[in-house]
C-alpha cells in the first residue's frame, strides 16, 4: 500500500511519523522527567534550609557563666566530680519517680564551653514516671534541662514508655 504513494508522500509521512514520536516521547519521558527534577530540587533547597537552621542551633552560644545564678551551678572540686553530682541528681530523681535508666553517657564538654555538661540519657517506665521525672529534673536544684528529649511508644500495650534525651547542667569550681 506504501509502493502506492509517491517519493514525495512518502517522505512526508515518514517526517510526519517521527514528529509524532518526538511528540510522544516529549509527554511520555520528557516532561514527566522534568516535573520530577523540579520537585526534588525544591524538596532539597527545603532541606538545605533546615540544615541550615538546624547548624545555627547547634552553634548558638551558651550563655555565660555570669548569668546562672550561682546556687543553679553544680560545685565540685572538678570534672569527674561534678559527673558524678549530676549521675547522682539524675538518679535520685529516677529513684523518686520509679522510672529505669538504661543508659547514660556523658558526652565531651565542648572547648568554648568547659563548665557544661552534657548527658545522653535513656529511661524507661509509665508515663507518669517520665512525667514525674522531667518535672523533678527540671525544676530541682541545681539547674538541670533538658536539652532534647524524644518518647517513643511500646510496641505491646503495657510496656513501658522510653524516654532518650540529652540533659545540660553548669558545674562551677568548689571554693
Not at 545522653?120 to 536539652?147: K, T, V, W, Y
Amino acid at each position: 500500500m506504501i509502493s502506492a504513494f509517491s517519493p514525495l508522500t512518502r517522505r512526508v509521512l515518514a517526517v510526519g511519523l517521527l514528529v509524532l514520536a518526538l511528540l510522544l516521547l516529549l509527554q511520555l519521558v520528557v516532561v514527566p522527567l522534568f516535573t520530577i527534577i523540579g520537585a526534588q530540587r525544591d524538596e532539597l533547597a527545603t532541606l538545605r534550609g533546615r540544615v541550615a537552621h538546624l547548624k545555627a542551633v547547634d552553634r548558638q552560644a551558651v550563655p555565660p557563666l555570669s548569668t546562672i545564678p550561682p546556687h543553679s551551678t553544680i560545685r565540685a572540686a572538678g570534672a569527674a566530680a561534678a559527673q558524678q553530682r549530676l549521675r547522682l541528681a539524675i538518679g535520685q530523681a529516677a529513684t523518686a519517680a520509679s522510672v529505669e535508666i538504661h543508659g547514660l553517657m556523658f558526652r565531651p564538654s565542648a572547648a568554648d564551653a568547659p563548665q557544661l555538661m552534657r548527658v545522653e540519657i535513656n529511661i524507661s517506665g509509665p508515663e507518669e514516671g517520665l512525667l514525674r521525672f522531667a518535672q523533678m529534673i527540671e525544676q530541682g536544684d541545681p539547674l538541670i534541662r533538658f536539652e532534647r528529649w524524644t518518647l517513643q511508644a511500646p510496641a505491646t500495650p503495657g510496656q513501658p514508655i522510653i524516654l532518650s534525651g540529652r540533659i545540660a547542667a553548669v558545674w562551677e569550681h568548689e571554693g
